[in-house]
């Protein structure tokens, strides 16, 4: 049986503050080989990594990523004081750009555009602006744009069709998910794993999509979802599932 690629969910989050440099480093260094992050628009249009549209739950700062500009929250930590107290003080919110550049030849990216940052500025907004990085670092072949907005995921087909693109879902069917998938040209689907199940898997696999899911943290997990010949599972914990693999647990 071929094994799941293991994703790290906003790097190896369950260790380190998400979506830092430090969680991506970690990540790579348990042997991950792609990486889930997410990106929001500042109020002076840079592209930032992080999850929440809010400050609140992983900085030591508030209010709105949308309403600071990228001076303004290279000010604040990003150590998610929340769980990891002052540990991680020192780390701070990263442009795409910088995350990209640290990760190329490295590892491959998955970039989900989160919903809160999809406007009606098409030819300026963040899909635009997250394919420019993207060309930018050189990494075209090197990563895939995702994201739950429809909107955002069509309008990538246009704007750089190049760059592969994925639907992400939370409760969904299998024809949703094709349909959806279909209008936008998408190559990976990412239902929760609350819907991994059948006909989705298969119906999704025979349209020539790559089906993956999230958030999948333990090993018992990925052993009840290994019939379903997944490509690919986020997961916050993704060095135990890559020593799980190693020692044989899908063999």
Known sequence: MTPPLVIAHRGDSAHRPENTLASFASALEVGATVIELDVQLTSDHEVVVIHDPTLDRTTDGRGEVRSRTLAELRTLSAGYPGLFGDRWSGERISTLGEVLSFLRDRARVLIEIKTESVTADAEGGIEARTAAEVRRADMVGAVAVISFDQRAVVRLRSLAPEITRGRVYGRTSADEVLATAREAGCEIVMPHKSQIKEPL???????????????????????????FGLYGVGSNRPGVLLDAIADGLLA
Do not use: C, F, I, Q
């Not at 089906?211 to 019939?227: G, R």
């Open 201 to 227: 898997a298969s119906r999704a696999r025979e349209a020539g999509l790559k089906v993956a899911t999230w958030v999948v943290d333990e090993p018992s997990e990925l052993l009840t979802l290994a019939p």
